[in-house]
């Protein structure tokens, strides 16, 4: 039964309305879901830095020296590949959306933090390529 002093018209405009809220808040969620990947791909890149620090402080005895710098280099090299990567792919699901209840990271932000991100990876690698033995 319609509610008492709606008529069906009225019913049928907050139906629409709230489901282009729900559609609303759906966006909204998809762009906090792509702010969070952004992030879980970070992490996974600065995992792989670490793994190849790991792996240069446990192998740094092997002859030849550069052998050991050159495994700890690629899992280096593959962390900033992977920041690369999330940044456009942060950067691409991030243009197709639009906010309606939430302030979005600004695109900038997930450029800046890729490339600071890289460059300590970066920093890390030359470090590594610097040591002696």
């Known amino acids: 039964m319609a509610e008492e002093g709606k008529d069906k018209n009225d019913l049928a405009e907050d ?3 709230w ?24 992490r996974t890149a600065m995992a ?3 793994l190849g620090l790991g792996f240069h402080a446990v192998v740094q005895k092997l002859e030849p020296t550069w052998l050991a710098k050159a495994g700890a280099s ?3 090299l593959i ?5 690369a990567i999330a940044q456009a792919n942060a950067k691409k699901v991030g ?9 979005a990271l600004r695109q900038s932000r997930f450029r800046l933090i890729a490339a600071a991100l ?6 890390v690698l030359v470090i590594i390529w610097m040591l002696k033995g």
Request: charged share 30%; proline share 0%; with cysteine.
């Open 15 to 17: 139906r629409t309305k």
């Open 19 to 42: 489901a282009e809220d729900r559609t609303d808040w759906a966006e909204d969620r998809t762009v906090l879901a792509n702010e969070r990947t952004f992030a879980a791909w970070a």
């Open 48 to 50: 792989s830095t670490a």
């Open 74 to 76: 690629l899992f280096i």
């Open 79 to 83: 962390g900033i590949g992977i920041l």
């Open 95 to 103: 243009e197709r959306l639009d906010t309606h209840g939430v302030e």
């Open 118 to 123: 890289a460059t300590a990876c970066f920093g």
